[in-house]
Each structure stands twice: as structure tokens, then as C-alpha cells.
């Protein structure tokens, strides 16, 4: 073999390490993304947990109003269980375990069981008939301490939403969660399947009933935390999207030809969150245009690509801001959430896509799959550490990530270390502090740098430093395809 072929040789060799490195690397992030949530949950902890430094927590919850509402997630930093995001976390962890689950391997029991963490306390919230219990904890009060949720001493107030009290917007949400949820376990477990899709059906025949903002009659509790800013009727276009698809039932279909019009007009609208679904439902209807041939839903697919076509980088109807190291950046308060969202709709998007030998025609520019699947693979790239700070920003993954997230658990002594109570106020010297989080928070993505991608790492910066299960959530789907199709992009 002569020198240029042995160099050629050499090349391909290292070419195929970095390949095989790279993806054991997204494997590694899709694993500790879905551990992650097992340090937010709250309830009684079962013996196969393992973020060790999370204890029991919780255990009176909804005791003020005689309802059982101990378990689901803390939502991000703090103590409080807020039904809204807790919802759409779930709904977007079965969407990746719907479409991916299949490239999740030895992590799918994982993910499967982060879902029913949550689904487990979405059935308790919804037991009552025309009732959804949608929050745990007073904000307000809880803002006011920096204490583990192991030594929670304010008041565990229950927040509901009825027929006096309307609540279209979470309780389209939550039926979403139950009828995406019913579908991952429909093998795996029938039974629950069941009964996850007959509590949808009901949950959504409530929300579309009795029409109103959930945070029109809890605005004092559940505002500015997580007010519906969008209102309800992107979640009524979700909740019948999904349960189209797990019911297979021609009433949703006639459902959402009769008010997707109404519900889901806003298409000047981008952000796809836990607050706004107009952009999720078009991605998730135009499948059933694409895949399942459904041809009176054939407008989504018109949707779904100006949706594309405005986060183009660089292009002429591109209506997206980047940093100039290259992330999508929508917003100043957890701007990661839009970015790990928007990279899941992507690949997603593309698997529709290229099951139908379909492309996206921007301005007679032609965006293909596998373009779509780039611009996902930069913006997780830049996530874990590709980037101006060589940063990763979640927690426990690469060299150098944040030290000092904003998150109570995380930032305090466990109770394995320090068994004392740790008092409401006490704790605020470690949020000030400069020190290292105590417990490492492992694959907790935070919000991310600034518009010029400087990150300051300070715990007090809870735009920047806080981690949520939402954050997470649509990250798993995108590791998993990401991790299994390195070298295909």
C-alpha cells in the first residue's frame, strides 16, 4: 500500500472513532436527560430510584381538599406543582417515545417510566368528574424560601379549575398527556393504555364544554408564573389532535375540520412551548396528511412548511434570531426551552417527511429532510457544548458545565448529608453563594446563554441557571434519533 493510501486509510479510520465517539456521546445525553427526571419528582420515592439525593417529599399533598395528589413533578427550581407544564412535559415525553422510542434501546424502561411518573398524578388530578386539580403549592409563599422540598413547611394549597371555574387550556393539556401517553403503553400495558384514553376522551369533553383560560380564575396563584399568555384554543386543536391519533375516532376528525380553522388560525404565531401548541398541532396533523393520507387535513402540511421556512437560517423569509455562535434564540427567560422544542419538531418533521417523499418549498427554495435534521444536530451540538464557552448546558455532561443552577434540591446539602431541617430562609445564603451546587443535577438542561452567548453561571439568574422538566422533555426524542442516526445526517 503506498503513502496515499495509507493516509486515505488513516482518515476514514479516524473519521469512523469521531463518528462512533459522537454518537455514544448523544447516547450518553439521552440517558442523562431522562434521569434528570427522576430528581424532580415529588411523592414517595420508589427503591429503583436513583438520584440518591432526592428524598420523600410532599407526602400530605392534597390533603386540604380531601383529594390523594401526592407524586407528579416539580416543575423546575422550585417546590411547587404547577398541572399546566406538568402536562405538556408529558405529552412531549410520549411524543418522543411515540416516534423515537424505537432508537431509545436500554433507555426506553427509563423513559417509559418518567411518563407514568407523571400520567400516575394526571389520573389523580383528573379522578373528579368536570374537575381538574391543576396546582399544588402556594408560589408566592414558596418564592419566599430556598429550602429543599424534603423540608417543605409552606402551605401545600390545591388549586382546581371546574365548571364554574373553567380551564380549557390545561385541561386540553392534560387530555393530550393521557391520550399521548395512552399510545406508548398500548402494548406494554393495555390495561393502563385504557385507562389513560378513556380519562382523555373525558378530560377534553370538559375543556371544550366549559371554554375559558384556567388563569382567568386563578390569575392570583398561577400568574406570572405560568399564566396562558396564548389562551386555549391552541391546546383544543392539541388535545383533538391527539386524540385523533390514539382513539382513531372520525369525531375528532370531524372535530378539528369543523373548528381548526378557529382554533388554530394564529399561524404568524412560532413558539412551540408549554404555553402555545399552534405550531405542535400543525406538525402533529400534518402526519396524518403525509402518513396516514388523511387528505382533508392536507392544509397542516401548508402550515407545517411555513413554520419550517421561517427558521431557515440565513434565508430571505427566515423570521428567526440566532446568536451569532449559531442558537436560536427567541427569548430572554429560558430561551433553551424554545430551542430544545423547535430542534424536536425538526427531526420529527423530516420523519414525516421523507415516510412521504415530501420536501418544504420555501419562496420556490427547496428545504430537504435531511436540511431539517442539520439545523436540529447544530442547535444540539451548540447545547452540549459546541459553542462560543465550549459550555455544555446541561448538568453532569462534557468538561464544563453550570455549577450553581437555580434549583433548591440541587443547590442544598441532601438530607443523606445534612439530616437537620433546612428553615424556609436559611437557605438563601447558599442561593447567594458562589460554592458549587451541592448535589450535581444531573441532565438538567438550563436556560442557556444570552443573545450574545455569554453565560454567567450565577444561581441567582433564574432565567438563565433554572432547569424544567419542559426544557427536557422534547430533548429526549431529538437524542434519541440524533444518537442513533449519527453519520446519516
Known amino acids: 500500500m503506498n503513502t496515499s493510501s495509507l493516509k486515505i486509510a488513516f482518515l476514514a479510520s479516524v473519521s469512523v472513532l469521531v463518528e462512533v465517539v459522537s454518537s455514544s456521546a448523544i447516547g450518553d445525553a439521552l440517558a442523562k436527560s431522562i434521569l434528570f427526571f427522576e430528581g424532580q419528582r415529588s411523592g414517595k420515592l420508589p427503591p429503583t430510584q436513583r438520584v440518591k439525593w432526592r428524598g420523600d417529599s410532599g407526602l400530605s399533598d392534597g390533603s386540604d381538599m380531601h383529594?390523594?395528589?401526592?407524586?407528579?413533578?416539580?416543575?423546575?427550581?422550585?417546590?411547587?406543582k404547577f398541572g399546566f407544564p406538568m402536562a405538556f412535559t408529558a405529552t412531549m415525553l410520549s411524543w418522543s417515545v411515540i416516534d423515537f422510542g424505537g432508537l431509545m434501546k436500554g433507555e426506553l424502561a427509563n423513559a417509559r417510566e418518567a411518563i407514568r411518573w407523571a400520567t400516575d398524578y394526571l389520573l389523580k388530578?383528573?379522578?373528579?368528574?368536570?374537575?381538574?386539580?391543576?396546582?399544588?403549592?402556594?408560589?408566592?409563599?414558596?418564592?419566599s424560601c430556598w429550602e429543599r422540598p424534603e423540608d417543605m413547611d409552606t402551605p401545600r394549597s390545591v388549586y382546581k379549575i371546574d365548571a364554574n371555574n373553567p380551564?380549557?387550556?390545561?385541561?386540553?393539556?392534560?387530555?393530550?398527556?393521557?391520550?399521548?401517553?395512552?399510545?406508548?403503553?398500548?402494548?406494554?400495558?393495555?390495561?393502563?393504555s385504557n385507562l389513560l384514553r378513556n380519562r382523555a376522551i373525558k378530560v377534553f369533553a370538559f375543556a371544550d364544554k366549559y371554554r375559558g383560560a384556567y388563569s382567568n380564575g386563578l390569575k392570583a396563584y398561577v400568574c406570572p408564573f405560568y399564566c396562558s399568555y396564548s389562551g386555549y384554543q391552541d391546546e383544543l386543536l392539541w388535545g383533538a389532535a391527539w386524540l385523533l391519533k390514539a382513539t382513531r375516532n372520525p369525531t375528532y376528525l370531524n372535530y378539528i375540520q369543523a373548528n381548526g380553522q378557529t382554533l388554530g388560525a394564529d399561524e404568524t404565531d412560532n413558539t412551540f412551548g408549554w404555553d402555545n401548541k399552534h405550531v405542535g398541532a400543525r406538525i402533529l396533523l400534518s402526519k396524518a396528511f403525509l402518513v396516514q393520507n388523511m387528505k382533508s387535513l392536507r392544509d397542516y402540511k401548508g402550515h407545517a412548511d411555513?413554520?419550517?421556512?421561517?427558521?431557515?437560517?440565513?434565508?430571505?423569509?427566515?423570521?428567526?434570531?440566532?446568536?451569532?455562535g449559531g442558537l436560536l434564540y427567541k427569548m430572554s427567560?429560558?430561551?433553551?426551552?424554545?430551542?430544545?422544542?423547535?430542534?424536536?419538531?425538526?427531526?420529527?418533521?423530516?420523519?414525516?417527511?421523507t415516510s412521504a417523499g415530501k420536501v418544504v418549498s420555501c419562496s420556490g427554495t427547496i428545504i430537504t429532510p435531511k436540511r431539517l435534521r442539520a439545523i436540529a444536530k447544530r442547535q444540539v451540538d451548540y447545547l452540549l457544548g459546541e459553542n462560543p464557552l465550549k459550555m455544555s448546558y446541561m448538568v453532569g455532561y462534557g468538561a464544563r458545565f453550570p455549577q450553581r443552577i437555580h434549583h433548591r434540591g440541587a443547590s442544598l446539602p441532601s438530607k443523606v448529608v445534612h439530616p437537620a431541617k433546612i428553615q424556609c430562609s436559611d437557605g438563601f445564603g447558599m442561593m447567594k453563594s458562589e460554592a458549587p451546587d451541592s448535589n450535581v443535577h444531573v441532565g438538567a438542561v438550563v436556560g442557556g446563554p444570552d443573545l450574545h452567548d455569554q453565560f454567567p453561571d450565577?444561581?441567582?439568574?433564574?432565567?438563565?441557571?433554572?432547569?424544567?422538566?419542559?426544557?427536557?422533555?422534547?430533548?429526549?426524542?431529538?437524542?434519541?434519533?440524533?444518537?442513533?442516526?449519527?453519520?446519516q445526517l
Open 125 to 143: 388530578a383528573t379522578a373528579h368528574s368536570n374537575t381538574i386539580y391543576v396546582q399544588v403549592g402556594d408560589a408566592n409563599k414558596d418564592h
Open 458 to 487: 450565577q444561581r441567582s439568574d433564574y432565567e438563565q441557571s433554572e432547569p424544567s422538566t419542559y426544557m427536557n422533555a422534547p430533548l429526549v426524542g431529538t437524542l434519541a434519533y440524533l444518537a442513533h442516526s449519527f453519520g
Open 333 to 353: 427567560d429560558s430561551n433553551m426551552q424554545y430551542v430544545t422544542s423547535t430542534s424536536f419538531l425538526l427531526v420529527t418533521y423530516a420523519k414525516y417527511l
Open 306 to 324: 411555513n413554520y419550517i421556512c421561517s427558521l431557515i437560517p440565513g434565508a430571505s423569509f427566515s423570521q428567526s434570531q440566532y446568536t451569532p
Open 67 to 80: 383529594v390523594d395528589l401526592v407524586g407528579g413533578y416539580y416543575d423546575a427550581g422550585d417546590n411547587v
Open 167 to 192: 380551564g380549557s387550556d390545561v385541561a386540553a393539556e392534560t387530555a393530550a398527556a393521557l391520550a399521548a401517553a395512552s399510545l406508548v403503553f398500548r402494548k406494554s400495558d393495555p390495561s393502563y
